[in-house]
């Protein structure tokens, strides 16, 4: 299978690439740098094709696919600066290149007849509420620009395209980029006491998890909506923060043991007001996923244990 795939300059397109390597299967690697800017170490995705591409260009877009002539394209290319897109100078460029870039792609996949996935966000939903949000839910109410224009870009391929995947998927770390684990060990060194929200409430989900189980998607042809983080249960941010550093602790980093910094839980109102408004409900409900006879994502405990021993801390 000829696979291409957007984003490969970050976390989760890197490791999609990796994925199709290992499978045999023929992946090309596109992002809008002129070369590959992703983390270079040998691994499979600098070793596949790589070309530039701006999604925002039709044009370009068009070319570039047609000559591709991919059976699939993993679009995992967007604009993921939350509190960034609030800006009103950034906004406008923001639905281009989630909503306008991801139409460009839909509607050339549907020039060549081929599958599409597309990764999106709980952000789509408004985040009240403490049920999981189910992928064949319609109740859209995206609470920023972020999660408004990645709705923009599901609608997008699901009005255009018969043979699409959507996967909506949340609180995502891999190994080519920043997140929020680096960002708390980062913390964690500099710090002797850091405030974390704990009325916020998802799964994380690995990229390198996420990866086989969308290739795994592309194999086959059950298109629909999904939803994909590890398995493990839901937690808080909070609580996220205290298994990374129970973790880090115990690989023998003891600056990250509760005698060096102290984990303080806070509500959203007490940490402060950002820019973009988040969900307090990021529960995403998975049990798609096994009907459809995949195999779901390993427990996030195991998966963050995984990442930290693949990252230099």
């Known amino acids: 299978m000829k696979v291409f795939v957007t984003g490969v300059g970050g976390q989760l397109g890197h490791d999609v690439m990796n994925e199709l390597a290992k499978r045999g299967h023929e992946g090309i690697g596109s992002d809008i740098a002129p070369q590959y800017s992703g983390i270079v170490d040998g691994s499979a995705v600098t070793e596949m094709p790589y070309v530039q591409l701006d999604i925002t260009d039709a044009a370009a877009v068009e070319r570039t696919l047609r000559e591709a002539a991919p059976d699939a394209v993993v679009h995992c290319a967007a604009w993921t600066a939350v509190d960034l897109a609030e800006d009103d100078d950034?906004?406008?460029k923001v639905r281009l290149v989630n909503a306008t870039g991801t139409d460009n792609i839909a509607?050339?996949?549907k020039m060549l007849d081929c599958k599409m996935l597309y990764l999106?966000?709980?952000?789509?939903?408004?985040?009240?509420?403490?049920?999981?949000?189910?992928?064949?839910?319609k109740a859209y109410k995206p609470l920023n620009v972020y999660g408004q224009t990645k709705l923009e870009g599901e609608l997008a391929v699901a009005e255009q395209l018969e043979k699409f995947f959507i996967v909506r998927i949340a609180w995502v770390f891999g190994v080519n980029g920043k997140n929020f684990?680096?960002?708390m060990l980062n913390l964690g060194k500099k710090y002797d006491t850091i405030r974390v929200v704990s009325d916020q409430v998802g799964t994380p989900t690995y990229t390198y998890d996420l990866a086989r189980l969308l290739v795994d998607m592309i194999e086959t042809e059950k298109y629909g909506y999904y939803h994909a983080t590890n398995e493990g249960g839901y937690i808080s941010w909070?609580?996220?923060?205290?298994?990374?550093?129970r973790q880090a602790e115990?690989?023998?980093h003891k600056e990250y043991s509760e005698e060096h910094v102290k984990v303080c839980p806070v509500t959203t109102e007490e940490y402060g007001v950002s820019k973009a408004k988040r969900p307090f409900n990021s529960r995403l409900d998975k049990r798609k996923l096994a009907e459809n006879g995949f195999t779901p994502l390993p427990v996030?405990?195991?998966?963050?244990?995984?990442?930290?021993?693949?990252?230099?801390?």
């Open 90 to 92: 950034k906004v406008e």
């Open 107 to 109: 509607r050339v996949c």
């Open 120 to 137: 999106s966000t709980d952000y789509v939903f408004d985040g009240q509420g403490t049920e999981p949000w189910e992928p064949d839910c």
């Open 181 to 183: 684990i680096r960002t």
């Open 238 to 245: 909070y609580e996220f923060t205290k298994e990374i550093f």
């Open 250 to 252: 115990a690989m023998g």
């Open 300 to 313: 996030w405990q195991d998966a963050l244990h995984r990442y930290l021993q693949a990252i230099d801390i």
